[in-house]
Structure formats: C-alpha cells, structure tokens
C-alpha cells in the first residue's frame, strides 16, 4: 500500500478548522471527500498541523495510504480537480517511504501573521489580514519579539483548552518586519501550543500601538498566567507558512 505525501495549500476562511467534524466543512473532510470521488476509498489522512477556524496555509502538509499504486501526478491532478470550488490547492504528491508520518516526522513549523496597519479597511484582503486601524511601530515589536526567542514555560501565551503535555516550547525564529502598508510576524519552533502564536502576536501588537513595551511582555511570560496575556489576535491574519522534514527544506 503507497503512502504519498502532499503540500498544499488552502484559504481557511469557509472551513471550521483543518481536522474532520461531523457535518461541519473542514480542509481535512473536503480532501477526504475528493479522495472517495477520485478513487472510492474512505480513508483518515494525517497532517503535519490542525489549523483552527479560519487560518490558512501556504504550506500545509499531509500523508495518505491508498491501495492502488498510482502515479504522483495523476493523485494531484485528480485531488485537485475534485476539490473544485473549494479553495483548497494540492501543490505535489510525492511518493514517500513507509515510515514517513507528516506530524511526526516533522522537525519544525513555521507561520506567518500579517497585520495590515492603515485606516481604510481592506478589501482585496479582507478575511487574509489583521486589520489594525492606527500606525503600529515594527521595530519595536521586533524588540519586543527577541525576548520571547529560547525555552520557556509559555502558559501565558497557551489557551485554557490546549491538550499539550507540556507548556514548554523553545521558540526557534520571532521575526517582526515592515512589507509595505503590512507588518510581518515570522515565527518557527519544533511544535507550537494552541493559539501560541496569535497570543503572542496579540502581545506584539500592543507594543507596537504603544500600550505596551517590551518589557511588558517579558513581563507577561514570566508570569506564566493566561490572565497576563494580551488580546488574542483573530484567527484569519495566520498562516501555516510552512513545515520541516530532515530531508526537504520548508517553504516560506
């Protein structure tokens, strides 16, 4: 039985999430359902993250066995032409080796958080952006980003629901950088806790509106306390940018 694995990438905006709920419209229920148009099979897939309501992906990616033995190309092309209209994309379809597992064979993911700071609302990137009304100061917030980089106890930054064993996480990249009218906030770790990132971007933001400094949010996590942490940034500014394997380089 080949396993394959596939990129992809997806606009999370009409789904409930990644993972499969019964009569909900998730990423992961709409790919298994073009599986079953394509070759017949009801099958569970695996991915290498369960983004929430409303986050999207550029890199997303996912490993699957079927019986048959078809060719990569034929599995995204067909993949692909099942999933029409929804705005799900299959980038590749490489065969993989029996014991390649898209969660845990994973070495790192990255994401990406785009706050767009003007005072027209956008249009074009409406549901893609944070949209943030006043001049937010980037540099401070990657100031203020630095000092969350290393090992820590990251409860502050975990939601109350996160199923985590552990609230430790070392936190490879914490990147803040002015695009034009948008401010960028990269962030890379072996594994993220629920909703890490959009508290710490929640954070990120304060400072760069001035309420906080970056001392405030040094402060936040070492409180280890999730009533230290600021507002929760909205789901649909986050992006899933892109996940590490010891043999393929990320996408980002």
Excluded at 30 to 51: P, Q, S, Y
Excluded at 176 to 200: D, K, N, T
């Amino acid at each position: 039985m080949p396993r394959y694995r596939l990129d992809i990438e997806y606009d999370g905006g009409p789904f409930r999430g990644f993972q499969a709920q019964d009569n909900l419209p998730t990423v992961q229920g709409a790919i298994e359902e073009a599986v079953l148009r394509f070759c017949g099979e009801r099958l569970r897939l695996h991915a290498a993250g369960r983004t929430d309501t409303g986050v999207h992906a550029t890199h997303q990616v996912i490993h699957l066995d079927l019986t048959r033995d078809w060719k990569a190309d034929v599995v995204r092309d067909a993949l692909n032409a099942h999933l029409v209209p929804a705005p799900i994309s299959v980038l590749r379809v490489v065969v993989a080796p029996a014991d390649f597992h898209a969660r845990f064979s994973a070495r790192g993911r990255r994401y990406l958080y785009r706050v767009l700071d003007r005072k027209p609302p956008p249009a074009i990137e409406k549901g893609r952006v944070f949209w943030v009304r006043t001049p937010l100061d980037a540099i401070a917030m990657a100031a203020a980003a630095k000092r969350l980089l290393g090992t820590h106890d990251f409860t502050t930054f975990r939601d109350l629901a996160c199923q985590a064993k552990s609230p430790i996480k070392t936190l490879d990249l914490a990147t803040v950088e002015r695009i034009g009218e948008e401010v960028h906030c990269r962030f890379a770790a072996r594994s993220f806790l629920h909703r890490q990132v959009r508290s710490m971007v929640g954070a990120l933001v304060e400072v760069g509106s001035g309420r906080w400094t970056e001392d405030d949010v040094a402060t936040a996590l070492q409180a280890r306390d999730r009533r230290a942490c600021a507002p929760v940034a909205p789901s649909h500014g986050l992006y899933l940018s892109g996940v590490e394997y010891p043999d393929f380089e990320a996408h980002s």
